[in-house]
């Protein structure tokens, strides 16, 4: 994560906090699987479902989520 000026701490989370709670769990899970099978540019594309950042939300992308699944960042 980028600090910028004001800021006084640091969130940093594993791949696969799509939904940007800094917990990786149910949530996030929700949103890849509404976005699932979708490329960039496609009606319910979700960027940050993207986590393998290729342009598609794929099993790649749930595999990422489900070996972070219940983490959350520093």
Sequence with gaps: AVLH???THRNTVINGDVDG?????????LVLNSSFDTSKGDAGFV????????????????????ANF?????
């Design 70 to 74: 219940d983490t959350s960042g520093d």
């Design 5 to 7: 000026p004001g800021m």
């Design 21 to 29: 709670s800094n917990y990786i769990g149910t949530d996030d899970y």
């Design 47 to 66: 960027v940050n479902a993207d986590l393998d950042g290729d342009g598609y939300i794929g099993t790649d992308d749930y595999l990422i989520l489900n």
